[in-house]
């Protein structure tokens, strides 16, 4: 199978902090990770497309400044909210294609931000 | 981009009831997966099934993609199977999957 594994589950940090989300594909490589936002009964929006060993292709409208994407090996990508505010305060989860182009997620992290 | 819409939106079930859940598509496509959210968030792969059928145990599903759209068949529905269900798309020029707007599903016991 294909295995993702997402840190932290769940987490809480004051305004003005930065969080960092750690995604690793555990029993295959992946060169390519993507990074997706939920709010509250709604659909997966993509954020931005994670390329080992290269920049990250943000959408638009996603602030790459604020959210740092690092991909630095074929495990692992990683996700910082910078200065995190309130409105940043949403449910962030990654992804990797596994066997037969199948896209396999991490189990998510949730972010509150007081 | 590819729009991809998802009906019903909601849907309430009794435990071992059948039920149908379809997603449209506006562009050709080379790439369809369905998935489930369970109530935890965890979002699982039922299928990768641009076109043809496919079945899993009590899922099936169907993609015709001639005419832009796919189905998703639960029989025997048990409350497991409660949460959303997500199909998402890659239009045949593109790269990127959009998901669409979900069908949230309750199995009652």
């Known amino acids: 199978g294909a295995v993702v594994s997402q840190h932290p589950s769940r987490v809480i940090c004051k305004s003005g902090t930065s969080v960092k989300i750690e995604c690793r594909s555990l029993?295959?490589?992946?060169?390519?990770m993507f990074w997706y936002r939920q709010f509250p009964k709604q659909s997966l929006m993509l954020m931005a497309t994670s390329n080992e060993g290269s920049k990250a292709t943000y959408e638009q409208g996603v602030e790459k400044d604020k959210f740092l994407i690092n991909h630095a090996s074929l495990t692992l990508s990683t996700l910082t909210v910078t200065s995190a505010h309130p409105e940043d305060s949403s449910f962030y989860i990654c992804s990797a294609i596994g066997d037969n182009r199948k896209l396999f997620f991490g189990s998510g992290t949730q972010l509150s931000v007081l | 981009g590819i729009q991809v819409e998802q009906s019903p939106p909601d849907l309430i079930l009794q435990e071992g009831a059948n039920s149908t859940l379809r997603c449209n598509f506006s562009d050709s496509v080379n790439n369809l997966q369905w998935f489930h959210q369970n109530p935890w968030g965890q979002l699982i792969n039922l299928f990768y099934i641009p076109s043809g059928t496919k079945q899993n145990g009590r899922l099936s599903a169907t993609t015709v993609a001639t005419e832009r759209y796919s189905l998703l068949y639960i029989s025997s529905s048990q409350t497991t199977d409660s949460g959303v269900y997500f199909c998402a798309a890659t239009k045949s020029s593109g790269d990127k999957l959009t998901f669409g707007t979900g069908t949230r599903l309750a199995v009652r016991p």
């Open positions: 029993d295959f490589q992946a060169t390519t």
